[in-house]
């Protein structure tokens, strides 16, 4: 059985988002479907399993965020502690703590508290066994800026969360799931364990650490009218390769403009 791994943005129930957020009923009904039916591990020990080849439990899943929304404190971090679910969230460090919101945000977000969390925030999870791994600084597509700008990017965010938290970051989301092999390279070089991508499908050992295929949670609540049936098929990374054959049909490249953002992700 293949290892899963499954990434939200946003939890919460409001519908300011540029995204599709996952309502907090929701959130808290799929990691009590995951506690019951699944065994959630974290990312890195799943990894490391992988890397290894050491057997993993059947069902294994990790959860992960990205971005970095302040939701993911406030909304998602109390139900992960309620089922015990470890988790790992991506963080792009130019928006954590200063105020500043993505640019696919901007228009959309009309909440008055931030958007975004604080460091106080991260190392808060962080005491309470929630891993943090790195988005890059700035959320660009890698594949295309510099060579040098992408090890920036890469390495600064690595050593900026982790003078944060204290603790060694070993992971890493491509933004938008935009690499290629030398981002990957750059990405490994830079002392990361392991790198997830938005590829749907799961995880067996002796796939590419670098390059983790990772399955995006976003149907809108309507569809968890049929749960769970809806949030397996979200799970086993059937809804993202039905998405994933839509860009390939209509020509559209998962990770370019407007409609990356809203149904790929950022
Ligand atoms: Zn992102």
New binding site residues.
């Given amino acids: 059985m293949k290892a899963i791994i499954i990434c939200y943005h946003c939890v919460k129930d409001e519908m300011n988002s540029y995204l599709r957020p996952t309502t907090v009923s929701d959130f808290d009904r799929q990691m009590q479907y995951l506690s019951a039916r699944y065994c959630p591990m974290s990312l890195e020990r799943m990894a490391c399993c992988l890397r290894d080849h050491t057997p993993l439990p059947p069902r294994a899943v990790a959860v992960t965020f ?2 970095g929304y302040q939701d993911n404190y406030i909304n998602a971090y109390p139900v992960l502690r309620r089922y015990n679910i470890p988790a790992t969230v991506f963080l ?1 460090t130019h928006f954590i703590g200063t105020g500043e919101i993505p640019a696919w945000e901007e228009g959309y977000y009309t909440g008055k508290k931030a958007l975004m969390l604080s460091w106080e925030q991260v190392r808060e999870m962080s005491d309470g066994g929630v891993a943090f791994g790195s ?1 890059t600084l700035s ?1 660009p597509f890698l594949t295309r800026i510099p060579r040098k700008q992408c090890e920036w990017e890469v390495g600064r965010s690595k050593e900026i969360i982790e003078q944060q938290i204290g603790k060694p970051v070993t992971t890493f989301a491509y ?2 799931g935009d690499f290629d092999s030398q981002t990957r390279e750059i990405v490994r070089e830079a002392g990361y364990c392991a790198a997830v991508s938005i590829r749907a499908g799961g995880n067996r050992p002796g796939d590419d650490i670098h390059a983790l295929r990772r399955n995006v949670i976003q149907l809108k609540s309507a569809c968890h009218m049929v749960f769970p049936v809806s949030f397996v098929a979200e799970l086993s990374g059937a809804v993202g390769h039905v998405r994933d054959s839509y860009y390939r049909v209509r020509k559209i490249g998962v990770h370019d403009g407007r409609r990356a953002l809203v149904d790929g ?2």
């Fill in positions: 990205d971005d792009a988005h959320h933004p938008s992700a950022p």
